[in-house]
């Protein structure tokens, strides 16, 4: 077990419809990362966050959006989805630059 | 910027050693290697910090050479279990918050 809680584990959506992916970082974590992984393929980053605030963003679309909360959990929101998004959705988490990152364990995102 | 990894697959027996190798254009302040199973979150392996400073498993050994902006991970005497798709992700630097991650290796280990 990591420490890093991303919920919910399997999502089923429709076309169009908006979702939101939350992830609780281990403790005393800082940092809140988000990655897309489609099928067999690598680790898309598509952003970061450090105690709250936005500091790295990847080719993340302008349909997503991600924010972190004073609590440290971060929120990943997929809007108008499209059959193209269905993949997995990792969070992790670390305490900083230089330091060992951290998995969750994933949401499997399905659009039909 | 993606660091590149080397080979893209392997295949070996059950004892074989391994060397897999993740190169950067761009000056590196960090290397992490993860290994992935299929369908599974990736873990974490091993850090290399600009320095000479490590923290990994302990049965997991890795070089970064800074000034080639180059790491190698060296699997010996593989099992079955060290099967999955290795990654390692580099930050360019300070100033910079982009963990980013190679497009992976794929070993297989096979009796």
């Known amino acids: 077990d990591s420490g890093v809680t991303q919920t919910p584990k399997h999502l089923i959506t429709a076309t169009g419809q908006r979702v939101t992916l939350r992830c609780s970082p281990r403790?005393?974590?800082?940092?809140v990362y988000w990655y897309q992984q489609s099928l067999d393929q690598g680790l898309q980053f598509l952003i970061q966050?450090?105690?709250?605030?936005?500091?790295a963003k990847g080719n993340i679309l302008e349909r997503f959006s991600a924010q972190q909360f004073p609590d440290l959990h971060s929120e990943l929101n997929l809007s108008s989805l499209e059959l193209g998004d269905s993949a997995l959705y990792f969070c992790a988490s670390s305490g900083g630059v230089g330091t060992e990152a951290f998995f969750g364990q994933g949401t499997r995102l399905t659009v039909v | 910027q993606q660091p590149v990894q080397s080979p893209q697959a392997v295949i070996l027996r059950e004892g074989e050693d391994a060397v897999i190798n993740c190169s950067s254009s761009?000056?590196?302040?960090?290397v992490h290697w993860y290994r992935q199973k299929h369908g599974e979150a990736p873990v974490f392996l091993m850090i290399?910090?600009?320095?000479?400073e490590q923290k990994g498993h302990e049965k997991i050994s890795a070089s970064f050479n800074e000034k080639k902006q180059q790491s190698s991970l060296y699997l010996t005497a593989s099992q079955l279990s060290y099967s999955g798709t290795y990654f390692c992700g580099t930050y360019s630097g300070a100033g910079s918050y982009q963990l980013t991650f190679g497009k992976g290796t794929k070993l297989s280990v096979i009796p």
């Open positions: 290399l910090l600009k320095g000479g």
């Open positions: 403790s005393g974590d800082l940092s």
């Open positions: 761009k000056a590196l302040y960090s």
């Open positions: 966050y450090y105690n709250g605030e936005e500091r």
